[in-house]
């Protein structure tokens, strides 16, 4: 099984001036090319102020996309994609899996894993999932963009 550190960029892609998307599978590089992108991306858009939160949460959905939403197969494919919306940034990471995004509780203050569900909770004003047919799931958030006062 891939550990949350194995990733691989396949393609970068540019769909417009609003929407970047980058495709990864399952290799070293992966989550250090989904940070720069996102980084690239969101300097690219003037949001330099949206960068910390935003990387913090392509990490946490990516993490969990390869952790728990792709086959054991090769060839699978998890897909990033950043949307600048009117006063909102979407991240979203789609998925082959039909297994839901798990929200676990979390008691234990000391716990290491199972946490990443919450802090994307925290750092977006929503999230949520969608799913794929004829298979996968998109888990989704969405940021403020609004400069801070």
């Not at 250090?32 to 690219?44: G, K, M, P, Q, S």
């Not at 003037?46 to 392509?58: P, Q, Y």
């Not at 802090?119 to 794929?132: C, D, F, K, N, Y």
């Amino acid at each position: 099984m891939s550990s949350p550190a194995q990733f691989r960029s396949l393609e970068s892609v540019l769909d417009s001036p609003r929407t970047a998307a980058l495709h990864l599978t399952g290799s070293r590089e992966g989550f250090t090319e989904a940070r720069h992108f996102t980084h690239r991306t969101l300097d690219a858009w003037s949001l330099e102020h949206c960068a910390d939160d935003a990387v913090m949460v392509v990490t946490e959905l990516a993490a969990n996309a390869v952790l728990h939403g792709l086959p054991h197969s090769t060839g699978a494919v998890v897909r990033l994609r950043l949307t600048l919306r009117r006063s909102h940034l979407m991240c979203a990471v789609t998925d082959p899996s039909d297994r839901l995004p798990v929200y676990p509780s979390t008691d234990d203050p000391l716990l290491e894993h199972g946490r990443g569900l919450h802090i994307v909770e925290a750092l977006s004003e929503h999230w949520g999932w969608t799913r794929r047919r004829p298979a996968g799931k998109t888990v989704w958030a969405m940021l403020p963009t609004r400069t801070p006062l």
